[in-house]
């Protein structure tokens, strides 16, 4: 799109801050998002859902993003002071003063990117992770890890009573304990069980979305509002059903996108 070969792209992640920069250079405008699909479950390879994992001996079954920015991130764009001990997340006894130790992924990557958007990112501003090193030297932060990809993170905690980190649901090992998450600090927890996950309960979720180079004051192209319209059909989403794979959107998410589609500049 940005070269200008394609009209619209379907992209099976999150838009990069680079992506949308590089298309607002050319364009003057930045790209239109919509929401198509769910993800899957714990498809590998397949936009699985992210699960936040603890070694299986952590007391800890819950957290809020709240919790979870105030641990992984410099910003705390969420507010609250840091969380560097198990206690400061709401662990008692002997795990209260014990280090929290973050397990990460070295920017930039999907899983990362995506985490970074839904917990650290808020109140219109980027977060900004506690920094790591990938190269087994001292990293910047004495409690703080980047793997260079997801594939060591679940073993990593498995490995570390006091670890914590993010992974995709396919890449979930013995050894871990995948915990429930809550948006906010007292909000209902909801760990990522299949009937979470495809309802869109558990917040971390994920979508596949349509990228569209669309003007603004023009109207879409007559081809692709048509395209757009089908696949935001139940008769659309039964198609992803179909499939097995992906995940349908739920009725209240295709109204959200047919109306960021008609809303859209």
């Given at each position: 799109m940005v070269k200008g070969?394609?009209d619209?792209?379907?992209?099976?992640?999150e838009?990069k801050p680079t992506?949308?920069?590089?298309?607002?250079?050319?364009f003057?405008?930045?790209?239109l998002s919509?929401?198509?699909?769910?993800?899957?479950?714990r498809?590998f390879?397949?936009?699985?859902?992210?699960g936040?994992?603890?070694?299986?001996?952590?007391p800890?079954?819950?957290?809020?993003?709240?919790?979870l920015?105030a641990?992984?991130?410099t910003t705390?764009?969420?507010g609250?002071s840091?969380?560097v001990?198990w206690?400061d997340?709401g662990?008692?006894g002997?795990?209260?003063d014990?280090?929290?130790?973050?397990v990460?992924?070295q920017?930039w990557?999907?899983?990362?990117?995506f985490?970074r958007?839904r917990?650290?990112n808020?109140?219109?501003?980027?977060?900004?992770?506690r920094?790591g090193?990938?190269d087994?030297?001292a990293?910047?932060?004495?409690?703080?890890?980047?793997e260079?990809?997801?594939?060591?993170i679940?073993k990593?905690?498995k490995?570390?009573?006091?670890?914590i980190g993010y992974t995709?649901?396919?890449?979930v090992?013995?050894?871990v304990?995948?915990?429930?998450?809550s948006?906010?600090n007292?909000?209902?927890a909801?760990p990522p069980t299949y009937?979470?996950?495809?309802?869109?309960a558990?917040?971390l979720?994920?979508?596949?979305?349509?990228?569209v180079?669309?003007?603004?004051g023009k109207?879409l192209?007559?081809v692709?509002?048509?395209?757009?319209r089908f696949?935001?059909?139940?008769?659309?989403?039964?198609?992803v059903s179909?499939?097995?794979v992906f995940?349908?959107?739920?009725a209240?998410?295709?109204?959200a996108?047919k109306k960021a589609?008609?809303?859209?500049?």
């Amino acid at each position: 799109m940005v070269k200008g070969n394609l009209d619209c792209v379907f992209v099976s992640r999150e838009l990069k801050p680079t992506d949308i920069d590089g298309f607002h250079d050319a364009f003057g405008y930045d790209p239109l998002s919509v929401p198509i699909s769910g993800g899957s479950y714990r498809h590998f390879g397949f936009l699985d859902s992210i699960g936040i994992v603890v070694n299986k001996d952590n007391p800890i079954d819950k957290l809020s993003f709240d919790q979870l920015d105030a641990a992984f991130s410099t910003t705390r764009n969420r507010g609250g002071s840091p969380a560097v001990t198990w206690g400061d997340l709401g662990a008692t006894g002997k795990w209260a003063d014990k280090p929290v130790h973050i397990v990460g992924l070295q920017p930039w990557n999907g899983f990362e990117e995506f985490v970074r958007q839904r917990v650290l990112n808020a109140n219109g501003k980027r977060g900004e992770w506690r920094p790591g090193a990938t190269d087994g030297s001292a990293p910047a932060d004495p409690n703080v890890h980047w793997e260079k990809t997801v594939f060591p993170i679940a073993k990593d905690v498995k490995d570390d009573p006091y670890a914590i980190g993010y992974t995709g649901m396919a890449y979930v090992d013995q050894g871990v304990k995948v915990i429930a998450l809550s948006e906010h600090n007292g909000g209902t927890a909801y760990p990522p069980t299949y009937e979470n996950v495809a309802s869109a309960a558990y917040p971390l979720s994920r979508v596949t979305y349509f990228n569209v180079n669309k003007r603004p004051g023009k109207q879409l192209d007559p081809v692709m509002e048509e395209l757009m319209r089908f696949i935001l059909s139940k008769q659309g989403q039964n198609v992803v059903s179909g499939q097995q794979v992906f995940l349908p959107l739920r009725a209240q998410q295709a109204e959200a996108s047919k109306k960021a589609l008609r809303q859209a500049p």
